[in-house]
């Protein structure tokens, strides 16, 4: 990762004012947003509706000014140097409609990658490979209009990634896309970074999931001020939250030396007679537990139906930093 | 793999112009309406001289300038408040954040345009004169050739201009085309000598390039009739040069101001102002 | 119920209408909107007419030519504002689809929508006869005014304009974006064939023919007669020559041959909706944009 960042914001600041005082009171979109994001990251930015992530996403693709504060894009300040701002991203967002109903989607492609000053041969070139990696090959000449939500949201990603920028705004990429298209997009988001010399994406979203998945570090955003930054592990860690361990077993007669194994916080069973299954639950203070736990359920002659354990996940982080779930 | 500015910005204007040539070729139903719909404003407002035994030159400026319509309908419609569209479409911020001048974009939108435009012109002009046996005597092609130039690099220049208010209004600038379009037949004098209107507002409306172009176009078409004419022709040339200048510095001036501004107060890309 | 359900429909349509059409700018500049861009148009025809006539605006004629201009906004107007709520919501506003599943009279609501543009359109052509009356001399006494032939005009006259509209708003499901073509055309054939600007004898014969089962020719002229009918006994009568071609129709005739044509154009356009209707469900062209 090189000195100059991909994306630097210092106390940056949108104030939206309505242009009637009937029209409501102004509102703080953005609120003295710190963030360095480096070079060759796949940052994540998580944040409820209303958090200020497209606002942010809208000032450092050139679409916004701030209010106040410094936001820089590849080492160029935003507001000066927007023309080679632009020269260096690209940007999705979900549910995009943009495009021409009556143009194929080669045609579509072919005229955005016009405007980045791409040589047609090349453009052909490049928009066939990934519309071959996304799966839309066989769309290549249909028109815009006869495409159904996901093949044009697929469209529309291929559309960012045609430029070849070397910072990408992902906003919402997978919005309403069935879950092997999705797959197919973070897989190639992460290829992307990971492959490409100095290849930046910031990317927000509301699966949970897919941050975890794909984000070297995580943002999180709400009414405008980021609450944490950090890698999804030390996100979590952040939420002084026990694993629990839950285990369907046959029918346990003796349970009194379960509660007393090392490392074991709580523990609490019920007696399912119809089923011959007893439900144990155990709060863990220390992982080792697990295997004392399975050989002593062993050693009692019973036998492991079910287990499954549970760890904070980055939606325990968010509901402890935000205060609440996604609306 | 990018290549210099200018390259970049012609290839733009390329992209730009792209859809509208496709689409001309994929939806024909268009030249139907083009061909057909300025005729019947023409027709009308021949039989009216005709009822009123007007001298025979009228009903030619009727037709040339029915013809001229194409071109300021392209400009208002298909260029200046296409941003609109292109906002609520979503495409404006794709377009605003591309690496090229918004010029491009709207010299792209003019360019395909021209085809659709150039066919409803000639049509209307045509079928007008054949209709409504208009005798017109062209003896100076270049001269025609020049002052058309002159007036369309002017006339786009100015709609650029017009466009920028789309980058900071939504419906209000697309009600404002609206309210443009008959004032600028009357200012300009698309249905009769513009010097009808007087010398000071004949003089306040030679802003809009298609004035003195109408004008000077009429003159070549009817060399004996000065006594319609408002401004010798090279005189109007003259002015149509300068125009074209100002008009384009002014574009480029209030586009970024204009974009800046949206920038500023937040609405450039917001939909269904 | 229906009826009520109806009524509804047409009351939230028309408040949707408003707001589509009025709440774009401040009041003062939607006046300026509403007054400048009928008197403009106008005006056109104002300088033609003084270009033949040496600056005058005395004379039968101008005053047929000024009215008739004024009531074509209603034509121009309606039949834009219909088609164009249909081609908005589809093309722009991506609405359609969501309304026309609603469980509502869909003609309704279309009609509903375009009713202010008739609110509208009324107040343009007020302000356009009192400048006509005010500055130009045009002859309209309110005191000769033939109300009852006025009012039952304008109400067989618009109910016609409306539905013709929402005819025309079919086609547009079936058409690109040139339906508003379509419709500029549809207005343009009345321009030139209702007797508008100028009377009907002015065209060939065989234009002259149509011109008569237009149900807007009858109308021009029923509201010509009931706004100034000393100007059409000048003119009809002019020379000993019928210069409008109407000059043997009465007043009752005049209604008669207005709501027959009327009540034709009304069963046709209703037929022709329903068929394009029908026409877009099956080829899904409902909800689909074709904007370049």
């Known amino acids: 990762m090189g000195d100059t960042p991909a994306v630097e914001t210092k106390a940056l600041t949108r104030v939206f004012q309505p242009k009637k005082k009937k029209e409501g009171k102004s509102v703080t979109a953005l609120d003295r947003v710190d963030l360095r994001i480096e070079k060759g990251e796949l940052f994540g930015l998580l944040g409820p509706n209303g958090a200020g992530k497209t606002t942010l996403l809208k000032i450092l693709s050139t679409l916004l000014l701030p209010t106040s504060g410094k936001a820089y894009v590849a080492g160029f300040d935003l507001e000066k140097d927007f023309v080679e701002v632009r020269r260096r991203i690209n940007m999705v967002s979900g549910g995009e409609i943009s495009g021409y109903g009556l143009l194929t989607v080669r045609e579509n492609l072919w005229m955005f990658s016009q405007f980045y000053g791409i040589k047609s041969k090349d453009a052909k070139e490049r928009i066939d490979s990934l519309l071959d990696k996304f799966g839309l090959s066989d769309k290549r000449d249909e028109k815009v209009r006869t495409l159904s939500t996901g093949q044009r949201q697929k469209m529309n990603v291929v559309r960012g990634f045609v430029t070849d920028p070397d910072i990408l705004f992902l906003d919402e990429p997978t919005l309403g896309l069935d879950v092997n298209a999705s797959r197919v997009i973070r897989d190639h988001i992460v290829d992307w970074v990971d492959n490409g010399k100095d290849k930046t994406v910031l990317l927000t979203t509301h699966y949970m999931a897919e941050a975890d998945q794909l984000c070297n570090r995580i943002a999180i955003i709400d009414e405008g001020k980021i609450l944490a930054c950090n890698t999804p592990e030390n996100l979590k860690k952040m939420v002084r939250m026990n694993k629990t361990l839950t285990l369907d077993v046959t029918l346990l007669a003796d349970k009194s030396v379960l509660g007393a194994v090392k490392g074991v916080d709580k523990f609490t069973y019920v007696d399912d007679a119809e089923k011959n299954l007893t439900h144990l639950k155990f709060v863990l203070t220390d992982e080792s537990a697990v295997s004392d736990i399975v050989s002593d359920v062993l050693g009692n002659g019973s036998k492991i139906v079910s287990l499954q354990k549970t760890e904070p996940t980055l939606e325990d982080v968010f509901i402890k930093m935000v205060g609440k779930g996604f609306e | ?273 | 119920m229906a009826v009520g359900g109806d009524i509804r429909t047409f009351k939230n349509a028309a408040w949707l209408g408003w707001q589509m059409e009025a709440n774009w700018t401040d009041p003062f500049l939607f006046a300026t909107y509403s007054i400048v861009k009928p008197i403009s148009g106008t005006l056109i025809l104002v300088f033609m007419f003084m270009v033949v006539t040496g600056g005058h605006t005395t004379g039968p004629y101008f005053s047929y030519m000024y009215l008739g201009n004024a009531l074509y906004m209603y034509v121009a107007e309606v039949l834009f504002g219909v088609t164009w709520v249909i081609h908005d919501d589809r093309e722009h506003y991506m609405t359609l689809k969501q309304v026309y599943i609603a469980p509502i009279n869909f003609s309704t609501y279309i009609l509903g929508r375009s009713a202010i543009k008739i609110a509208i359109t009324s107040a343009g052509v007020l302000i356009t006869l009192v400048f006509g009356v005010l500055v130009l001399g045009v002859d309209i006494n309110l005191g000769s005014v033939d109300w009852p032939l006025l009012v039952a005009a304008m109400t067989f006259g618009l109910g016609c304009i409306c539905v013709m509209g929402l005819a025309l708003g079919g086609v547009t499901f079936l058409t690109a974006k040139h339906s508003m073509g379509i419709n500029e055309g549809i207005a343009g054939v009345f321009y030139v064939l209702s007797g508008v600007i100028f009377p009907i004898t002015a065209l060939p014969g065989w234009a002259q023919s149509i011109s008569k089962v237009l149900p807007i020719t009858y109308w021009m002229e029923a509201v010509r007669r009931a706004l100034a009918p000393g100007i059409m006994d000048q003119l009809g009568h002019s020379n000993g020559f019928d210069i409008t071609g109407m000059v043997g129709f009465n007043d009752m005739f005049l209604m008669v041959d207005l709501i027959v044509s009327a009540a034709i154009a009304f069963g046709l356009s209703i037929l022709i909706f329903r068929y394009a209707d029908l026409i877009a469900r099956r080829k899904g062209k409902i909800d689909w944009t074709s904007a370049y």
């Not at chain 2, 003896?139 to 002017?154: C, E, N, Y």
């Not at chain 2, 300009?188 to 010398?199: C, N, R």
């Not at chain 2, 003159?219 to 006594?227: A, D, E, I, S």
């Open chain 2, 1 to 273: 793999m990018s290549d210099g500015w200018i390259k970049r910005n012609v290839r733009a204007i390329r992209g730009r112009a792209y859809p509208r040539v496709i689409g001309s070729t994929r939806e024909p139903s268009w030249m139907f309406f083009d061909v057909a719909l300025p005729l019947l404003t023409v027709a009308a407002y021949a039989y009216i001289y005709k009822f009123m035994n007007a001298q025979a030159q009228y009903i030619g400026y009727v037709v040339i300038g029915g013809a001229m319509t194409a071109f300021w309908l392209n400009v208002l419609w298909s260029m200046a408040s296409q941003l609109y569209w292109e906002k609520e479409i979503g495409n404006l911020q794709l377009y605003l954040m591309a690496p090229i001048s918004r010029m491009s974009i709207l010299a792209g939108m003019a360019v395909g345009g021209l085809f659709e435009t150039t066919l409803r012109a000639v049509s209307t002009l045509v079928i007008g004169v054949v209709l409504f046996s208009v005798a017109l005597n062209l003896s100076h092609p270049l001269m025609l050739f020049g002052i058309f130039f002159l007036t369309m690099v002017a006339l786009y220049g100015m709609g650029m201009m017009f466009a920028s208010l789309y980058l900071l209004f939504g419906r209000e600038a697309y009600h404002m085309s609206n309210l443009m379009t008959e004032p600028v037949y009357l200012a300009s004098g698309f249905y009769f000598p513009v010097k009808q209107l007087g010398f000071w507002a004949a003089t306040g409306a030679s802003l809009i390039p298609i004035t003195l172009g109408l004008d000077a176009i009429r003159q070549l078409f009817y060399p004996t009739k000065t006594q319609d004419a408002f401004l010798p022709i090279a005189t109007e040339a003259l002015i149509l040069l300068a125009l074209c200048v100002v008009f384009l510095i002014l574009a480029k001036y209030s586009l970024d101001y204009m974009e800046r501004l949206g920038k500023t107060s937040g609405r450039l890309t917001l939909r269904w102002q």
